[in-house]
């Protein structure tokens, strides 16, 4: 498409094709035309929903692109060969080449294209700053193409009148008339002037010239007062992005301040905003994509399914009810999951307070301490799990846990745990066979070694989930689990 952008407009200046350019025309050529046929098995997008059915894809192709493409790729296939093959006299294949010159101005339509390009590649975007930078080189380059265009259309119109014989801008551009490279340059400069306030010693010579100026001139004061303003509110933009936080930061800095905020805690406050900030900056909040509140019920689940499902799936627990229960873990990532931020030196719990969640690691480094003030080794590594007993049984915390660097939690309330599970008797007699084999583990375990962090040596989850699913799930087949309606 940028090859085809350049290179089209240029048509008009007559340079002698060597070896690349031949090449390059052939290139541009097989490229369309497979183009072409891969248009017949791309799927669509039709009221929200991606169509791939290869009987309504087609018809949608011959409806929108497929006339564009035939009446641009045609006439490039017929005039690659040579002509005597069609018994045509010379006339008649000077008209047939000239025609087919003329149709390739319509591959330009495919700039329309284009914009699809770049809506897919700035879908892996993930920075707010980044995302403007590119908007905003979006429309110079816009500015590019436009002036490029209007270049070759001067000389085009200055060309035609001065093989009419008439008074031409081509006298007024110097001694260099025959230096296409020079007289390109010139018209980007003429170009240019009329966008901007310069000027330049090439001017309208007669009626024709005189005509493109005026229209040139009058589709620049809308175009350009248009590009311009995006542009401007682009660099505003960039410029607020990094001011109101400076501002934020700033009046936070003064308040405590005011009130006498001990200097510790002033520290502790602001490097957890500075990284708060830096995580929303990476990362975007779900409450920041206001767009969101118009999804429906079933979307808004599976979304939220798909963006906390494979940290709390790393439990066996959760990954085989993910697997044989998938409806019951959509609505439990919905609705029972919290995300919790914390700053360096917070206390997630301490020792003898009800626990009312089961906490997954997302990211941080923790530290717990048991009842007897021994430092549990190895510490807590991201997406590990504890204090799952909170989950089955009424449980107090059995330690502390403070937090070593900044991080996120993911908690699982109990307390909707319990209302989602007691929904269905699937969901409900699954979890109640594996409380008991977990209650049972849980109390063989000596109440001095008791901990809100239980592993894999000290209950054998991997061992009682395997046990539930056999007697719970004996001959039913995994397919047949998982489409199950409930």
């Avoid at 409806?63 to 069609?86: M, Q, R």
């Avoid at 175009?223 to 303003?229: K, L, M, P, R, T």
């Avoid at 500075?274 to 999804?295: C, F, G, P």
């Avoid at 059995?398 to 996120?408: A, N």
Wanted: aromatic share 12%; charged share 20%.
């Amino acid at each position: 498409i940028l090859w085809d952008t350049f290179m089209i407009p240029m048509q008009v200046f007559d340079f002698e094709k060597d070896a690349f350019l031949s090449s390059m025309d052939w290139v541009t050529l097989f490229y369309w035309t497979l183009d072409m046929i891969q248009s017949f098995f791309t799927g669509y997008f039709q009221e929200g929903v991606q169509v791939m059915e290869f009987r309504r894809i087609v018809p949608n192709y011959l409806k929108t692109w497929f006339v564009v493409d035939l009446v641009v790729i045609g006439p490039e296939w017929f005039t690659s060969f040579s002509p005597d093959g069609f018994g045509l006299d010379g006339v008649g294949i000077g008209r047939i080449l000239r025609l087919g010159r003329a149709m390739r101005v319509l591959r330009l339509l495919r700039l329309l294209k284009l914009r699809r390009i770049v809506d897919a590649l700035l879908e892996l975007v993930e920075s707010e700053y980044t995302f403007t930078v590119i908007n905003l080189l979006k429309l110079l380059f816009a500015v590019l193409v436009l002036n490029h265009v209007i270049a070759c259309v001067w000389y085009l119109v200055g060309r035609q009148t001065m093989l009419a014989g008439l008074h031409n801008w081509f006298e007024m551009s110097g001694e260099y008339v025959d230096d296409q490279i020079y007289m390109y340059f010139t018209s980007l400069h003429w170009s240019l002037t009329q966008f901007t306030p310069a000027s330049m010693n090439v001017s309208a010579a007669n009626r024709s010239e005189r005509v493109t100026s005026i229209l040139v001139l009058f589709f620049a004061m809308v175009a350009f007062s248009s590009i311009v303003g995006h542009i401007t509110a682009s660099m505003a933009h960039l410029q607020n992005l990094r001011g109101a936080q400076m501002k934020q930061f700033w009046l936070l800095r003064k308040y405590m301040k005011q009130r006498h905020i001990r200097r510790e805690l002033q520290l502790r406050i602001t490097k957890f905003l500075e990284y708060k900030a830096q995580k929303e900056h990476d990362t975007v909040h779900s409450s920041s994509v206001l767009i969101l509140e118009q999804l429906s019920e079933p979307l808004r689940k599976e979304l939220s399914y798909e963006t906390v499902v494979h940290w709390i799936a790393t439990h066996p627990f959760f990954s085989a009810v993910n697997s044989k229960m998938p409806v019951f873990m959509h609505r439990l990532c919905h609705s029972a999951l919290i995300e919790i931020a914390l700053a360096s030196g917070d206390i997630v719990f301490t020792a003898g307070h009800e626990a009312k969640q089961m906490l997954f690691i997302k990211q941080g480094d923790l530290q717990y301490i048991g009842l007897n003030r021994i430092v549990l080794e190895p510490a807590l590594q991201q997406q590990e799990s504890f204090v799952e007993p909170a989950l089955w049984v009424s449980w107090r915390h059995m330690g502390d846990c403070k937090v070593l660097s900044p991080g996120e939690l993911i908690g699982i309330c109990n307390d909707i745990f319990a209302k989602e599970m007691c929904l269905h008797h699937l969901p409900w007699s699954f979890c109640k066979m594996y409380a008991v084999e977990f209650c049972e583990r849980l109390n063989a375990i000596a109440p001095e070694d008791l901990s809100d962090v239980l592993r894999e040596d000290d209950v054998g989850t991997s061992k009682m989930v395997d046990k539930a699913l056999e007697e719970f799930f004996p001959e039913t087949p995994e397919a047949s689990v998982q489409t199950g309606r409930y």
